[in-house]
Every structure is written in C-alpha cells, then in structure tokens.
C-alpha cells in the first residue's frame, strides 16, 4: 500500500520537478514541445541512439525514487518509425534490484535474475507485418499501465517493494508518469463510472477527447500484464502447494509480451499473445514462432521450453481469429495441469480458493458428440479411448476408470493413436479445425496447432508415431489430405507439413499401412484409391473396382500377420459398403481378389437373421470393419455386431445393439471387440466368454436437466432425444431409461424420500415415474404449454411446475397418489425457457421462487399458502447491449443466510435478501470482451455457502461466495456446447454440469463443516487435538488469515420455539425468532432450542392463500419440544467444547498488504453513538415540568413491557445482589429477576441512553439526552438501596454516550457523542466537576483500568487515548498519549474495549477485529477477526473474553494465552485463542452483563431483548421482550386472562395479562399489522375464542387464540385497513380502510356481504360497536355502531346483521380549523360510546377548541365539553367508573374524572401517547407510545 503521500495517486514529473532539472536528469536531444493531440507541452526525446537521449529520475543512480504504487502509468506516444525504450528498476522486498524494461526493439522476451526484456507492440499487426519493429507512421498517445507488483510475482516469484527509478530513452514523446495504489480506467467517463464498477482515470491523468469522439479511437490504452494473469498475492512455494494448485507450469500461459489494443471494450483489457510461462525459479520461454510448413528435415524451433516438451502456437494474428484455441486469446487464461484434468480460466485472483483449483474432473457420462466412430483400443488392450464432446476419455476397461485429455473447446471430430501408446492425435470440429498432439501416459498437450484443412474428419498415425496423416474438407469443401511429421514433438521438436494435397473423390475413411509407413489407403463413394508419400507429394492411384465402382465405402482395415511381422507382399486390404459387399482387395496387384455381400435372411416364424449368405438381394447396409490376424469383425445398421473367420465361411459370434453400430474395433490381442452404435452406446463383446460389455451409454442430445437423489444415490436426466436416464452416481452407469416418441421431457425432481421421480413434459403433462416398478404412477395435464420448472420440497410434502404460458401448479405429494392443489394463471414469465433453475424452493421448504409475471421481475411466494411476499424488479439498462436487463435463473442460499440469488440477461448475479427484496451484493460474471453473454440458465450455492456455482455458456465458473470482494471466478471448460444446469450432490462433496454431456466433478476443498456462512457461524470439524497456532513471527511477513475456530455444539444461531405443525394443518411453520422479519430485519430464519413463546410466521404480501399455524405454551396447555440438533438446519452449527484454530490471528507490526483494498464497511449500529427515537413531545409540554409517574392516587405504574434497545451498555446486572436495572424510554426499570415485580425510577425528560453501575453496587448512573425544554442532557444518579435520585448533574450539551466509575468509585468518568466529544470526570463525593477536556475526534468508548484507578482509556477513529490521571492536593490534571492503531488491524474504527489481565487491553473495531493492546509499551502486538460485523462489545473476566457484534452474535473467547504471547515476543507458541462457544441472538448486540466467571449474563440487542445466556448449557433464554415498532392496538379477552398487541412489525402477540409475559406470536412478514379486535364473549365458548387483525395489504386475518392458528384470510378492502371490530354476537366483523370504505364480513365465512361508502374519502380512524335496544332511538337493531373518519365526520348505525339489516342513526359533523397539526401530524378523529351511559357519545379531533365533545344521542345535540391542554392521539373510557383517559402528542397522559369534573396529568413515555385502553374491568390502563407499552394500576378498583 502506498504511503499517505502517495495516494490516491502521485504526479511523479511535479514530484520530482523535471523541469528544473535538479532531482533528474536528461541526456541528448531533449527538449518541451508543444503536442497539438493533448494541446499542451510535452517532453520530446529523440537521436539514432536510445541510449544516449532521455530522462532519468532521479538524477543520480544512487538514490532512489521511493515509489511504493502498485501500477505505473506512462503516458506518452513514440515518434513514427523509431524504436524506443523504457527502462525501469524495480527493488523487491528482499532488496533485489531487477531492471524492467520494454521496448519495441526487442524480438522476444528475454528473462535473467536480475533484467525483463519484453516486447512492447503498440498498434495491430496484419499477417504481413512482424511482431515488433518500427512505430509506424500514425502512432497515437498511449496510457501504458503497468502493474509492477505482478510484473515480478509473475516472472520472478518476488514481492514487489518500491521503484527505484526510470528511464525515459529515444524516440517518443511523454507527458507525464504517475504511480497509484488504484486501477484507473482511462476510457471511462463519470456517467459511465456511475453504472460500472471501475474506478475513472483522474481528470489530471486523463487524455482529452472532443465532444462526440471515441477515447479508443484516439488512443491506446496497454494493461501489462492483462487481467487474465491473476496470481496470488504472494510468491508460490511448490513445497506447500498440491499439484492441482501449482499455477505456473509446462501448460499455456500469456505470453509475456503487452500487445495494445484499441478496441472499445468494457474494460480495456489488452490482448495478449500466449507462451509457456516462465517457471516459479525465473526461467522463462522464448517466444513462439509462426507454424512452419517445411519438410521433417527443418531444424528444431526455438520455441521449447527449457523445461520440457514445447508449446508452439499459431501467429499471433492467426491465434486471435482462431477463438476456440483458447479463451484465453482476449484475456483469460486457460491453465492446462500437468494432470490435464482440470482446465482453469483465471480472471482474478483466487486467493479465496483453497485449494486451487477446487474443481476436479472425475467422470464423464456421454459418448461422441461430433460422431461415434472414434473409438480406439490401446496398444496393450487395457482401455479404450473415446471422445465425448469436447473431452478425450481414457476409460479402462477392468477398473472403469477414467482419465482424461482436457484442452478442446469444441467437439472432438477425429481421434489417432501411435503404436506405442507415446502420441495422441485429436482433431476439434468446428472451423477452422485445431489439432492437439498429446503425451498419451502424462495427458501433457505436445502441441497445438492449426490445420490446414477447415475440417477434419479422419486422422491416422503410422506405427511409429513419426507420420499423421488427416482427411477434410477445405474452406470450398473439396477432400484434402494432408501428411504431417510428428517424430520431432515427443524430443521438444514441432509438427511440420511433409505434404498436402487434393482430390475431388470422396473419402470416408483412411488409413497408414502397418507395413510401409509411406502407404495409405481411402475409400469413398466408388471409389478405394491407395496413396503414397515420397519426396513431399502425396500421390495416389485407385484400385480397379470392376462392377463395384457404383458402391458406397464406408471402411476399411489391412489384414494383420498373425505373427506380427509385416507382410508387404502379401497385403491384403478389406472394404466394405453400406449395400452389404466385403471386398477383399490386393494392395500389390491393385486388384479385388474377393467379393462378398452380407444378406439378411430369417426362419419361419423366426424374429431375427438366422443365417447370413453372400449371394445376390438387398444386403444389409455395413458401416465399419476390423480386422483381426484370425478374424474380421463387421458393424452393420441393423444393430448387429458379428465376427466372421477370414474366409467368411459363417458367423462365428453376434452381439445385437440397442442402435446402428457405427463403429468396431478389435483389440491388438484379438479377444475383444469393441463397437459403438449411433444410439449413444459403447461396449466390448469378450470372444472368450462370449459376454457383451456395456462401456458407456449416452444421450444422443444435449440434457436439459438433472436431479440427484440421495439415499440411492442416483442421477436422472432429461434430453432432447426425448428420453429420461437413470443413473448410478458412483460407477456412471445407466439403470434405466424412459422413452417418449410423442411428449418430449423437459424438467425432471426427484421425490425426496420415495423411490419416485417426477417428469415434466413438452405437451404440459407432468407424471410421476416408480423406480421399483419402473412405470408411471400418476399424471397430471393441469398445464397447456410445456413444462419449464419442477422442484419439490425437501421434505416431499409439495410438488411445484410450470409452464411456457406462464401458469403455475401446485401439488400435494403426501402421498403416491399425489394430485393438484391449485394452479394460477400468469404467474411465471410466458414462453420461458426450460430450465433446472426455473423454479427454486429455499432449502428449509418455505419459500418459493421464480422468474415471473414478467422477464424483469423474480416474484417470492409461501409454498405452502402460494402468498405472494415479494416481487423485485431486476430490470435495468444492459449497457453492452442498450437492452433492458431480464431475469433468468433463481436460486436460493442456506436457510441461515436468507439469500435469493438471480442470474440475469446482462452476465450479472444479483444477490437478494429473500425477505425484503433488497440487494445485498452484486456480481459480473465475467466474460471475454466483444463477446455477447450467453444467458445463464443455471445456478447453485452450496450447503455451507461457499461456492456459487454458474453455468456460463460453455463454461463453468466457480466463486467464491464467502468473500464479499470476490476477485473473480475459476473457470472450467470442457463442454462443447451450452451448459444448460448445474448442481452439488447432496453430500456436497461433488458438483455435476450437464449440456452436452454430464460431467462429474470432485470438490477439492475442505468439506462445509469446516467452512462458515457469510453472516452466519461457520462450524468446523477439528477435533482437541487442533495443534497450536503458528509462532506468530514466522508468519509476520505473510499474516495467513486462518480459519476461526468454531465450537463443535452450540446453542442455535436464532431463537424461538420451533413445533410440529397440527393434524390436518394446511400451512407450513416457519421457525423464526420472536419478532419476526420486518421491514427492520431481513433474515427470516429461526432455530428452536430457546425458551419462549409460540410464533406463527406467515410469508405473504398480498394474495389469498392457505393458512398458516402456530403452536402454543404456557397457559393454553400445548407443550412443546424445542427442534433436536440432529435436524438438518442445525447440520453446519458448531460443537460445543471443539476447539480448531483461530482464523486471522496474527502478530502485528509486519505489514499486511492484503487488507490494503477496500476496508469493510459494516458498522455496528449503537457503536457510533446513541439514536434516540423521535421525541413527539413540544415544548408546551407540561412547561417543562415531568410529573410523576406515580403521582396522586388515581394511576400507579405497574409494569413496563419493552426495553430501549437503541441504547447503548444501558443494562446492568450484578448477579451476587441480584440487582437487575435496564431502561425503557425515560424510565429506569429495576426487576426482579425472580417475581417478575418491577420498580420504576423517572426522572429524566428525554431517553435514557446508557447506564453505569458503582463496583460497590450502592450507586446507580443513568444519562440521558437533551429535551425539548432543556439545553443539556441529565445524569441522574440514584441510590440502589432507596430507589431515590440523590445528585442530578448536566455535564454535556450533547447525549452521553457512556458512562463508567473507576475501580475505587471515587470518579465518574462521562463522555460525549460523536458532536460534542467532552470527556468529563467527577468526583462522586460531591458531583462536582473535577476535569474536562474537548476530545480531536468521535470517541466510541471509554474504561477505566481496574488494576489502576489512576488510568483510564478511549477508543474512536484510528487511534487509542491513554489517559493518566495525576492527583495534587484536590486537583486532578490528565495526561494524554495517543497511539495510532496499526495498519494490519485495518482500516475501520475502534467501537468497544475492555481491560484484560494487567496490562493488557482489549478493543473491537468496525471491521470485525478484535485487537490486543500492551498498555505499559502502548503497542498493539496481535489481532485477530472475530466476526464479520462491527464489535459492540466486550467484557473480560478471568482468561475468557466475551465479544458482540452488529451481526447479533454472542462468542465466548478464552484469552488465557495471550500473556503469554506479550512476554515472549514474538518467539511465543500456544493455543492462543481459541472461541468456546457462539449464540446468535436476534439484533445488534448492546449491553451485557455477566458473573465473574463469564458462565451466564444478560444480552441486550437493538431488536428490543434482554437474554439470559447460560454458556454451561449453550442457551439463550428470552427476559424482556416487546415490539420492535410502533404498537397499533391492545385488545384484551372476555375473562381479562390475556391482551393482545399488534405492531407495525407485522406480530400479533398475545400477553398473560398477569405477569405479562409472552405467550403467542403471530407473524406476518412484510407487512403491518393497523389494527386488531377480540372476539366477545357471547360467540362462543371460552376455547374459541378468535382475534381479528387488519393489515397494511387490506387483507384481514382471523386467528384462534385457542388452536394458535390462523383460520381465515379474506381481503375485504383493496388498501390498507384502519380499524375492525367485531358485532356483539361476535359473528360479524366489521372493518374500516384508510379510504373511508366500511365493509361488513361473515368470519366463518370470509364473505363481505355489505360495503358502506359513506364516508369515502377520509380513513376511518375508529369503529365502536355496543350492545343496545334501538327502540329509544326510534330505529330496529340489536347493535349500535358508530364510525368516526378524518374529516371530522361520525356516523351512527342500528344494525342487526343476521337478518342482514342496517339503518343510519344519526350523522355528525364537526368544523375543522385550517391548520390543527400536531408535530406535523393531523390529530385523529376518535369517538366512543360512553360505557356508565348508553344514550352518549364522546368525540375528540382537530377541532377549533382542544376539547372532547360529548354528545346525546337521544336529544340529537351536544350536552357537555371538556377543555383540554392539547389535541388529543388517543381515547378509552372506564368502563367502570366515570373516567377518561386520553393521550397527547406531547408525551403526556390526562386522566378525567367525569363525575366529579376534574383531571390529573401522567408523565412516563418519552414520546407521543398514541394508543389508551381501559381493561374491561376498569382495573387497569395500558397506553403506548411508540413501541413502549406501559400499564397503568387504577386503584380503589
């Protein structure tokens, strides 16, 4: 990383002032010119000699530049032809100097320990013209950016340290050089820097380009090296690294050589020439040459590698057009391992990838691809070798294993293999043809080059290997042959041409003579012709055929020497042709000595031939031949294989196929027959025991899909040769196969427990399949266009297809005799490909995902329910091709992460949150430049979430998923064609790609238990016997990040109660914590094993659906277990008690270069500073008055439901007293952890933000922020024994932040936010102020140091603040040292410390880091990453250190080592530190409290909990719990056992009304809940009792309180309902929207029967329904209902619903005034009936007076008012005496006695009293303010 002056980026000719010549030098014609292109001056060098004209800095060669920038950039332009060169020296970290230089005088690149030589071509070459040479005559100015840190980790295997100097030589132009740190874009504009993820060039580096011009084409941009060679950040050592991960090896590599381009491409990625890479010592190739067509005799190229046999490629003009030679000709690099079993492409580095690469090839199923007559047997008959696509396969034939040759990218058209098993010819299909020459024992690539032909179609080596002779067509489609010379590859030497030449008959096969390696043969139609090879002419002459020139040849073999010893002048040579004839044929005479025809006949009756004859008729049409010293076996198209004696006197064995043979071979022992057919089969029938043995099967098409099964193992796929194909994951063999001729397969699932598959088909219909049976079960045709998706749930309840017309089915699979839940229309996008990711359910069952009602958008629905919970619009401007983007694949992550992955048109993939939609990250799958993306139709993630797996045209792409910065993919070829799916095995431990073929691939890296999720635990699986960490120094240099250790069994990462579903139940259970995901919380997912209440999550926003269900505890009599370990959700959480090694433990000091990008970003939410909520209160509040809350004897505080989880160490516990203290808004609430009874300390006139408990626990510090009505914040310190505020101080102007007494308590040391940062100390004697001082910079904590009351600590932004404090006399004075903290901590903020064992001292920082100071020395001496969000806090006692984070994890750390590592330096060895245990709680975490032996505390997170942690049993146990937003409605039950709350949250929760302690949750996601009523009394018994809530959607929503489950959804309104309440019989519900509509409703039924428009236009705020004869009020009904609405209107009806009848009573309208807002809000319209008289009315609203009207029915007028200070927010009336209660916006509660006309005012909230409600007893009085629930004891009741 470069230093602070250094960067962003350094003007190196200002720096050093070239100008004036004193800090450089300059030699020779050197001279400032004017340059009408950049229109200002530039530096001109020229002369004859480089080396005596040019710039030098600095000026002396004994002093150094010192420049520590990655990347150089020179800007400059060489004069028209004439060479030029730059020189650079560069100093490694070891102090080597290397000398850098580039030029275009040099041929080739040269390499010494200690000097680069590279060619530098700055313009495009044409076939005329030579790699290097002049600069031509319209050379343009170019930005040379050169990333010296590559430059010689590449070459050298060194570490770049700094620049030393430069030298600027003859002949150019230059305008400046630059270093920097970053990677500057030169052709990228703002506007376009905006939508892509590169950095702009500076505008002072930039070159100016006019107004509508193209910065390409002006001028050149050269990246050295390219992107493609992307290496580690550090040198190699082969002695550490497995083969499979040695980068730098024999296999093609970039060449070493920039090559300009100007091109306009995306990211301006110059191409590069390909080479042998030089090799980890230094030892580099020469440059390749062009391919020479010379005779065997031309020398040896220059282009082998030292090393080993050489890579000779095409010229690099030729290379560029021929693309499928490599994909890496344009930037990406194609790594072939000396094992040539994993193809490579790197486009970044992988440094994430352990090991490298991660993929293996280990099976292929498939066979041919371009045909299926290349087969081949080895010379020893132990294998066979075949092509598949684009692989070359070596299966031997005992052991069915498979070894492969690795490098085509298309398919193979031709195979020939030598005698002694030494060479390997493989030719590709597609034009022009590349040829590979491979090592057939090493499966090295010899040699690649271009054939001359543009398709090859036969290849054939002579014995010895020394000649290969090929058939094709040229570019106008005439036959060529053509003769090369291979005998010089298997030394280093190259191919030559020996001879080529053309022939208008027709060849279609060919082959060398065994005996004279200078003869051949072909046949063709009508034609068999002989060819020979001498003086470099191919000459041929054809054989005198007589009647049989007619005939159609299709193959021919020489008859072999039985003693295996030639026979030139006996040559016999067998023909055959698709009529049926065998003609024997004399290759010396040039005559056919035999004739003979293959006939069919058959026996009566009989099915097949039984006979064959060779005498006149149709004859059965012969596709190939082999012949054997004793035999000749022939394939024919009728199926069969036979093999005949020489004299084809009868059959001597028959083997019938499934297909066409299409290819036999017999082996060189001549007991075995190898055949292919056209079908896709290939086998060997043994002539010893006369048994047929199937080899491979195939689909003949490419597969469109696949799914594997788990428990047997098994594989099936779908193809377009209309089949579905079983087969047995570990040998690869097909079990079985299912043919339609007429319904064409498209998608395919396996049921997860039943030995079934499902199918979906082209026609719609979608049938299940029995694998014992093998038929169909069931079918289904609930579709009318093709099937695109199939998935099921993994536990097999439901089955989900869909369509091409967009419809979507749902079936239930509880069953074998599964059938159609329902099916929905318009869902899934229309006319969609099929494809495997299609549809995607998340892995824990319930969610359902897919691309739909549109391309642009990806819709999320419940599985069970098909509610819809979130649509995301992907659709954004495709900049490469100025179309709108579109979705095309889904797929989900782990439960634990919550994560929607969506691949998309534009080559991106979007990570989404599954709940809320948002985006979490976002990926460009990278591809070539000026190649358009190809959709990708198929992607996954494994289990533990660190591979994401993405089929890309042809290509696989792995990536690192863990890694937010991922540096780019690992790229695999091998298939020829589109790879249409992608997939883990269920054990993860292998991937499979399917398109042309099925690939099997081993994963390399370690398994998911020993892997994390990001942003979740990962888990590991190393025993006690981890072996300790690596002394720390040794490892200084590198700071290996290791894996953290994690415990083998904990406690589950979220908390809830997780139960069965009921019998009969119709939805799914989602586990989730007790709030619920929100709009506050994006992870859904919850895991049992927590004490707590019941919760019913239901995913839904918007449609009808089923149901969901709930379990219950506690007083409904349901007792639930919590979810076993053992369950698969569970399966990747650590242990308990196993420890493994600490990941990014290290020693600090050395430098660590691999942090030095982008530092992290996650910040802990309370560790910047206390948020307080929105205070609602004015200030005519009281006039700045708070009055008790207990004050007078109307109204006692009883309890406080909530706890302020915006706050900050605002819990304290101290478990020898027992003393139990958190806040709650204004209030101090002291529990009893025991009873459950509460105290309530008020006090204070804002929210509390933090406390401080005394070490002697006599002394209570709460502080709090600034209020409406005073200027600064209170600290209010209270006396724990009494309850009493003793001293109330005001020592900041700002909010304290923290608050800590030293360890004598004779101080308090108070410090303020980030806008005031006052540190202030008192004396705690008298409060009085001892010592303040103004702090530089944000502070995020302050501690005093237990072992010395004198010393205190601060941490904040980059630094730790040692304070001393020094007494004299009554005067205390600070001392302050500061000490930077180190780069290899990172650059985020210190958030949190504590003090360890003396002197130790322990910070968290922003970035997950936990630090550890030495407080004597003032030195930080080791780091390591404890979480990957922000630490929030830590606590130490003993030898074991507690650590929160933003991520709402809890980790137990023992620390007991790390003394141990300060005393002995850097020479220490230990265990160090490992992790004990982990929770994860369900928020931020924000206070703790815990015993001095850290076994069990308290937690406090930002979701508004406190926990009880017990790290001896590894649980979490929930103490206070309330909504996480604002509270919209308290209902309570007929009895007054329970109340009901429903929040903005989306819950439903239900109270014990007595100790007020959760006992149901229900859970809507994403969603509001606005309001909420309780069935009456009258509707039944007590068992069914229901709740009715309205939502933010305008779905209502009843639930059984007794059954906790949801029984009806219905949708009466189409916007957002207001307010509901049920009739007095309890059979209607009546419901108000937020667009003045009242609908009545049947709540069995869910049927709206009536809608009521009346007061349309203003939301309905409130609907009161009483019981009352109507006959006073001249009217018939039994209920009489009012409704209020925002335009101060109230309505009053009669109503008696059971015969359906309703009658307006009376209408009430009240004037509003024109501005009435309260704190920018409109005051409510609230009405009631008064409850101690039936024949009044109460109203409250905006009116002209702050009054509540009250209002007689009977009389029609207004018979009372009732002044009040404010506009009212809420209303409730006792019902059992004469009191009112009513809320205010000003944080203030009034409660008005009626009777007897007075009132008395309540202080406690700290924000908007919005919500009042008597219990129908009148016993008590619950209001809330905000998400603060408070109850309210009416005494004398």
């Not at 068999?528 to 193959?555: I, K, M, N, Y």
């Amino acid at each position: 990383m470069a230093r602070a002056w250094q960067h962003p980026f350094l003007n190196v000719f200002r720096h050093f002032r070239v100008d004036e010549w004193k800090r450089s030098a300059k030699q020779g014609d050197v001279a400032v010119v004017t340059d009408k292109t950049l229109k200002g001056a530039v530096y001109r060098i020229r002369g004859s000699v480089s080396a005596a004209n040019y710039i030098q800095l600095p000026k002396s060669s004994t002093q150094s530049l010192g420049l520590t920038g990655r990347y150089l950039y020179v800007l400059f332009r060489p004069l028209p032809s004439k060479h030029f060169v730059i020189h650079l020296d560069v100093s490694s970290k070891d102090n080597q100097v290397i000398r850098v230089s580039f030029s275009n005088l040099f041929k080739e690149f040269k390499s010494t320990a200690t000097w680069l030589q590279f060619p530098l071509v700055l313009e495009a070459r044409t076939p005329q013209r030579d790699l290097v040479g002049l600069a031509p005559s319209g050379a343009r100015w170019t930005c040379l950016q050169l990333d010296l840190q590559d430059v010689l980790l590449v070459y050298l295997n060194r570490c770049y340290g700094h620049l030393k100097s430069i030298r600027l030589c003859a002949s150019l132009l230059v305008r400046n050089l630059y270093t920097s740190d970053l990677c500057f874009e030169p052709a990228i504009s703002g506007a376009q820097w905006a939508k892509l993820p590169v950095t702009p060039m500076p505008r002072e580096m930039a070159f100016p380009v006019p107004k509508g011009e193209s910065w390409h084409d002006r001028y050149i941009h050269v990246r050295f090296p390219s992107e493609s060679l992307k290496v580690p950040s550090k040198p190699i050592e082969k002695s550490c690294s497995p083969p499979e991960a040695v980068l730098l090896g024999p296999g093609p590599q970039p060449l070493p050589c920039p090559v300009a381009s100007s091109k306009p491409v995306r990211f301006s990625v110059s191409p590069v020439v390909q080479t042998p890479s030089p090799t980890a010592s230094g030892r580099a190739a020469l440059a390749p040459r062009p391919f020479p067509e010379v005779s065997l005799s031309q020398e040896r190229s220059d282009a082998s590698n030292a090393d080993g046999p050489g890579f000779h490629s095409l010229e690099p003009w030729a290379q560029l057009e021929a693309s499928d030679i490599h994909t890496a000709a344009a930037g990406t690099h194609v790594l072939t391992h000396e094992s040539a079993e994993v193809p490579v492409a790197r486009t970044g580095s992988c440094e994430g990838f352990l090991p490298d690469p991660v993929l293996r090839l280990k099976g292929v199923i498939g066979f041919g691809g371009h045909g299926t007559r290349q087969a081949l047997w080895t010379p020893d008959g132990a294998a066979v070798v075949y092509p598949c696509h684009a692989v070359i396969v070596v299966l031997l034939v005992d052991t069915g294993e498979q070894r492969f040759f690795l490098g085509h990218t298309d398919k193979v058209s031709a195979l020939a293999l030598d005698g002694s098993s030494s060479l390997l010819a493989s030719a590709q299909a597609r034009a022009p043809s590349v040829m590979r020459l491979w090592d057939f024992q090493t499966g090295r690539c010899l040699c690649l080059f271009r054939s001359p032909m543009h398709v090859v179609c036969s290849l054939s080596f002579s014995d010895s290997g020394a000649l290969l002779c090929g058939v094709g067509k040229d570019h106008h489609g005439r036959t060529m042959v053509v003769a090369w010379g291979t005998g010089q590859v298997g030394l280093g030497g190259e191919v030559v041409v020996l001879a080529k030449a053309h022939t208008d008959f027709d060849v279609q096969a060919f082959r060398v003579t065994f005996f004279d390696e200078t003869r051949m043969a072909s046949c063709g139609q009508g034609s068999v012709r002989l060819w020979r090879l001498r003086g470099g002419v191919l000459r041929s002459c054809p054989v005198d055929l007589g009647e049989h020139h007619a005939l159609q040849f299709t193959d021919l073999a020489f008859k072999q020497a039985r003693d295996g010893c030639p026979e030139p002048s006996a040559a016999m040579l067998f023909v055959c042709s698709r009529s049926g004839h065998i003609l024997e044929i004399d290759c010396q005479r040039m005559v056919v000595r035999h004739a003979r025809r293959l006939l069919p006949t058959r026996t009566p009756g009989g099915p097949h031939p039984q006979k064959q004859t060779f005498s006149s008729g149709p004859g059965i049409a012969i596709s190939s031949l082999s012949v054997s010293p004793a035999m000749c076996a022939v394939g024919s198209e009728d199926g069969f294989l036979r093999l005949w004696p020489l004299d084809f006197s009868s059959v001597l064995l028959e083997a019938e196929h499934e297909g066409p043979v299409s290819s036999v071979c017999v082996s060189p022992d001549g007991l075995r027959v190898l055949s292919a057919t056209s079908s896709g089969h290939l086998g060997f029938l043994d002539t010893l025991s006369r048994v047929y043995h199937m080899l491979a099967r195939s689909h003949t098409a490419p597969v469109l899909a696949l799914a594997m099964e788990q428990r047997r193992g098994q594989l099936a796929t779908v193809s377009q040769d209309r089949t579905v194909r079983i087969w047995d994951l570990a040998t690869l063999q097909q079990l079985y196969d299912f043919t339609s001729s007429e319904d064409a397969p498209c998608a395919v699932t396996f049921h997860p427990t039943r030995p079934t598959f499902f199918c979906g088909f082209s026609s719609g219909a979608v049938r299940s399949f029995s694998l014992e049976a093998a038929e169909v079960l069931v079918e289904h045709t609930c579709h009318r266009g093709a099937v695109t998706g199939l998935t099921a749930t993994p536990d097999g309840r439901l089955l989900f297809s869909s369509c091409s017309q967009g419809s979507l089915a749902q079936y239930s699979c509880a069953d074998p005799q599964w059938h159609v839940l329902r099916v929905a229309a318009d869902m899934v996008c229309p006319d969609a490909p099929a494809s495997p990711s299609a549809l995607a359910v998340s892995r824990d069952g319930r969610l359902l995902a897919f691309v739909g009602p549109s391309r642009c958008t990806v819709t999320v629905m419940g599985s069970a329910s098909l509610d819809e919970l979130l649509r995301v619009d992907i659709g954004t401007l495709d900049l490469a091709s100025s179309r709108l983007d579109s979705a095309m694949a889904v797929c989900f992550g782990p439960a634990a992460l919550g994560h929607l992955l969506v691949s998309t048109s534009s080559n991106r993939v979007v990570v989404l949150d599954a709940v809320s939609g948002r985006i979490i990250r976002e990926s460009t799958v990278f591809q070539l430049p000026g190649v358009h993306p190809e959709p990708c139709p198929s992607l996954t993630l494994s289990e533990d979430a660190r591979f994401l797996l993405i089929a890309a045209g042809r290509t696989i792409k792995v990536w690192d998923y863990a890694t937010q910065a991922s540096p780019g993919p690992q790229v695999y070829i091998g298939h020829s064609e589109p790879v249409q799916a992608v997939a883990f095995s269920p054990d993860q431990q292998q991937v499979l790609s399917a398109g042309d073929a099925v690939f099997l691939w081993d994963v390399l890296a370690p398994t998911e238990s020993d892997q994390s999720f990001p942003g979740a635990p990962p888990a590991c699986k190393t025993g006690p016997g981890a072996g300790p960490l690596e002394d720390a120094a040794s490892r200084a240099s590198e700071l290996p990040r290791q894996q953290v250790p994690k415990p083998c069994q904990a406690s589950p990462p979220r908390l809830g109660v997780c139960a069965r579903p009921p019998e009969g139940g119709d939805g799914t259970l989602s586990p989730s914590d007790e709030e619920g995901p929100c709009e506050e919380s994006c992870d859904p997912e919850g895991l049992g094993q927590a004490s707590g209440p019941p919760v019913l999550t239901e995913e839904e926003a918007g449609r009808a659906g089923d149901g969901a269900w709930a379990a219950a505890v506690g007083s409904w009599g349901l007792a639930l277990p919590p979810r076993s370990p053992g369950q698969p959700r569970e399966q990747w959480r650590a242990g308990q008690g196993r420890w493994c090694r600490c990941r990014g433990l290290r020693t600090v000091g050395a430098r660590d270069t691999r942090n030095s990008g982008a530092p992290r970003t996650t910040y802990l939410a309370s560790c910047k500073a206390f948020t307080p909520a929105r205070v609602s209160c004015s200030p005519h509040s009281a006039k700045g008055t708070c009055p008790p809350p207990a004050s007078g004897g109307w109204l006692r505080l009883k309890a406080v439901v909530g706890y302020s989880g915006n706050g900050r160490a605002n819990m304290v516990w101290r478990p020898d007293t027992g003393f139990f203290a958190y806040t709650c808004g204004r209030l101090v609430v002291v529990e009893d952890l025991h009873s459950g009874a509460q105290q309530h300390w008020s006090g204070h006139s804002a929210e509390i933000s933090t406390l401080a408990l005394s070490h002697s626990a006599q002394v209570l510090a709460s502080a709090s922020g600034r209020s409406s009505t005073t200027a600064h914040c209170q600290i209010r310190v209270w006396d724990v024994s009494g309850g009493l505020c003793q001293h109330l101080i005001f020592p900041h102007s700002t909010t304290v932040l923290a608050l800590a007494f030293s360890p004598d308590d004779r101080l308090l040391v108070t410090l303020g936010d980030h806008d005031g940062r006052t540190l202030a100390l008192w004396g705690t004697a008298t409060y009085d102020l001892v010592s303040s001082t103004r702090l530089p910079e944000p502070v995020h904590g302050v501690a005093f140091n237990p072992w010395d009351a004198g010393e205190l600590t601060c941490v904040g932004q980059g630094t730790v603040t040692f304070w001393l404090l020094q007494q004299r006399g009554a005067d205390i004075s600070l001392q302050v040292r500061r000490e930077p903290v180190p780069e290899a901590v990172g650059a985020g903020e210190l958030t949190s410390l504590c003090y360890g064992a003396p002197p130790l001292l322990y910070c968290g920082t922003s970035s997950g880091q936990v630090c550890v100071w030495d407080t004597r020395a003032g030195r930080c001496f080791l780091s390591w990453e404890a979480d990957d969000g922000g630490i929030g806090l830590l606590l130490f006692s003993g030898s074991r250190l507690v650590s929160g984070s933003s991520t709402g994890r809890l980790r137990l750390w023992a620390v007991g080592a790390v003394s141990e590592l300060r005393c002995k330096g850097s020479g220490a060895r230990s265990s160090s530190v490992f992790m004990e245990h982990e929770l994860v709680l369900d928020g931020a975490v924000v206070s703790a409290s815990f015993d001095d032996s850290v076994d069990m505390g308290v937690v406090g997170t930002t979701a508004g909990t406190l926990w009880f942690v017990s790290w001896a049993e590894g649980t979490s146990t929930r103490l206070i719990s309330g909504h996480r937003s604002k509270v919209n409605e308290v209902v309570f039950s007929p009895g007054e056992s329970h109340c009901a709350t429903c929040s903005e949250d989306g819950s439903v929760r239900v109270w014990a009304l007595a100790s007020m302690e959760l006992v149901i949750q229900f859970q809507v996601l994403n969603q509001s809940c606005l309001c909420l009523a309780w069935s009456p009394p009258c509707c039944g018994r007590p068992e069914q009792q229901r709740l009715a809530a309205g939502y933010g959607d305008g779905s209502l929503r009843i639930f059984s309180v007794s059954r906790t489950a949801m029984e009806l959804k219905m949708h009466p309104h189409p916007v957002a309902l207001t307010t509901v309440a049920f009739s007095t019989d309890g059979q209607t519900v009546l419901s108000g929207d937020k667009d003045g509509l009242v609908a009545v409703s049947h709540p069995c039924t869910g049927t709206t029967f009536r809608v009521l428009s009346d007061h349309q236009g203003a939301p309905i705020s409130t609907i009161c329904v009483t019981c009352k004869e109507c006959e006073d009020l001249g009217v018939e009904g039994t209920d009489l209902w009012l409704a209020a609405s925002g335009d101060q209107r109230v309505s009053v009806w009669a109503s008696d619903w059971l015969r359906n009848h309703c009658e307006l009573v009376d209408w009430l309208s009240f004037p509003m005034p024109a501005t009435t807002e309260t704190q920018g809000h409109l005051p409510p319209s609230l009405a009631a009936f008064c409850p101690w008289d039936g024949a009044l009315l109460m109203y409250v609203g905006p009116g002209v007076y702050k009054e509540v009207i009250i209002y007689n029915l009977c009389q029609k007028q207004v018979v009372e008012k009732i002044p009040l200070p404010f506009f009212a927010m809420s209303l409730s009336l006792s019902p059992g005496t004469h009191l009112l209660a009513v809320g205010f916006a000003e944080c203030m509660l009034r409660l008005v006695d009626c009777a007897m006309g007075t009132a008395q005012d309540f202080a406690g909230h700290d924000n908007a009293v919005h919500l009042c409600r008597f219990t129908p007893s009148a016993r008590l009085l619950f209001t809330a303010a905000r998400n603060e629930i408070l109850v309210w004891e009416v005494p004398g009741l």
